[in-house]
């Protein structure tokens, strides 16, 4: 899954976003939206690209 922030802010689990801000989620982990403004989000899901190049850091975002 992925979150692309259009407008406002919010918290996705622990993780603050902002305008601009896109995220990769592993499709497992319950996602909590909470936003502290009105804010827009394109959520997409995608099928799961794990073994497909992409180390674990990767799918789980910790590298850019």
């Known amino acids: 899954v992925f979150v692309y922030v259009l407008s406002g802010s919010l918290r996705l689990s622990d993780r603050p976003l902002s305008v601009g801000d896109q995220i990769r989620a592993d499709?497992?982990?319950?996602?909590?939206?909470?936003?502290?403004?009105d804010s827009s989000i394109i959520l997409v899901d995608v099928?799961?690209?794990k073994g497909f190049g992409?180390?674990?850091e990767t799918?789980?975002?910790v590298r850019a």
């Not at 982990?29 to 909470?34: E, S």
């Open 27 to 37: 499709e497992e982990q319950r996602l909590l939206f909470h936003a502290q403004v």
């Open 59 to 61: 799918l789980k975002g």
């Open 54 to 56: 992409y180390d674990s």
């Open 47 to 49: 099928p799961s690209s």
